[in-house]
């Protein structure tokens, strides 16, 4: 197999957001996305409905990421893309679309798994983390801490009891009535309010997360202070934002130091979704100076789902020979 000029169409299709990506070498060419905005009025991902969506998109980005590229499908030396997790009706639209480009072209396949590919995602650009270093994994579906010690040997050393920390955004949205996803939108609003109002942070021993207690006392928060109040949410918008952000913040930040010095690794990283968060990504400055770490943050364009990350992984497997066969299932629930 010639190594020397390796080219990968990437497909990313676990959620809500059809994406394709060319990568040549290990650097992303181009990494084009499809949002779907039909999930907005519903406070959350419509799963019929997202994997019609992917139907509908997956071509067209397809084209769209090969075009600003500069590429065509006969330079494409493999196909990679999400195996899961993920939703089951998505995964199997990309997964059908890559197996059927990896067939006609001849080609191989090589299956990815979305969480390792957030961790990967640390590799889009320069510098790039070196073997072991820790990544607080935080999105939509996962909180983990993740000790990576190699492009395809990670062990998840801590995670989340129940809600993610991207669900504890997505909700607290729910419950002010803003638009879903709601992480951005917190993190904007946040931006001029004040950390006034204090929440518990939950007792969980380890390295271990939990968000529903959170998710609950701000239910009773609110209820308490509207029932006063009816326009307590409207009137204090900026700063119950602010709140909840830092207690998520404080909460992911409190465990990974404690990963640190259980682990004595001085490298690390963040990924996912809720790693765009700007509170977040400063706290994650202030933990590398007091706890003398290295960091890693990767562009917003790699943190939230996108297949520039899938085609990274699909770039370290491609030079491990580890392919897919054309009888690869895609997997909801998959173990790192
Ligand atoms: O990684 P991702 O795109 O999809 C999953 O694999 O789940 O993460 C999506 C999550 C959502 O919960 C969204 O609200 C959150 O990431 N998110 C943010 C921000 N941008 C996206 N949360 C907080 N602050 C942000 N700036
Ligand atoms: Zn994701």
Redesign the pocket.
């Known amino acids: 197999m010639d190594n020397s000029n390796i080219v990968i169409l990437a497909i990313e299709s ?2 809500d ?1 059809t994406g394709a990506a060319v990568i040549e070498n290990g650097r992303v060419l181009s990494n084009r996305i499809a949002n779907q905005d039909v999930h907005k009025s519903y406070g959350g991902v419509v799963p019929e409905l997202a994997s019609r969506q992917h139907l509908k998109n997956i071509i067209p980005v397809i084209d769209t990421a090969l075009k600003d590229a500069g590429k065509t499908l006969q330079d494409v030396d493999a196909i990679a893309f999400t195996r899961g997790p993920g939703l089951l009706g998505s995964l199997i639209v990309g997964v059908s679309v890559a197996k059927s480009l990896a067939l006609s072209l001849d080609i191989p396949l090589i299956d990815v798994h ?1 969480m390792m590919a ?1 961790v990967l995602a640390n590799f889009a650009e320069d510098p790039v983390p070196t073997f072991p270093f820790l990544c607080l994994t935080v ?4 909180t983990q801490i993740v000790q990576v010690d190699d492009f395809d040997t990670m062990e998840v050393i801590g995670s989340t009891r129940d809600d993610a920390a ?2 504890a ?2 909700k607290t949205g729910k419950l002010l009535g803003l638009e879903y ?4 939108v ?2 904007k609003l946040a931006q001029s309010g004040s950390h006034r109002f204090i929440f518990p942070e939950p007792a969980v021993d380890g390295l271990d997360f939990s968000f529903s207690g959170l998710k609950t006392s701000i239910l009773h928060f609110l209820q308490k202070n509207v029932k006063d109040n009816p326009n307590f949410i409207q009137e204090n918008i900026h700063d119950i934002c602010c709140s909840v952000q830092s207690t998520i913040v404080e909460i992911l930040i409190k465990k990974l130091r404690h990963a640190i010095h259980q682990t004595g690794i001085h490298q690390i990283a963040i990924a ?3 790693s ?3 509170a977040l990504r400063k706290a994650f400055q202030e933990l590398g100076e007091s706890e003398r770490c290295i960091t890693y943050t990767p562009a917003f364009q790699y ?3 996108n297949a520039g990350m899938i085609g990274i992984a699909g770039y370290y497997l491609y030079r491990n020979g580890r392919f897919a066969g054309q009888n690869v299932t895609p997997m909801a629930r998959m173990d790192m």
């Open positions: 676990s959620c957001d979305h957030h999105s939509g579906g996962h991207g669900e955004f997505d996803p709601a992480g951005p917190i993190d996912g979704g809720v765009a968060n700007s943190c939230t789902d």
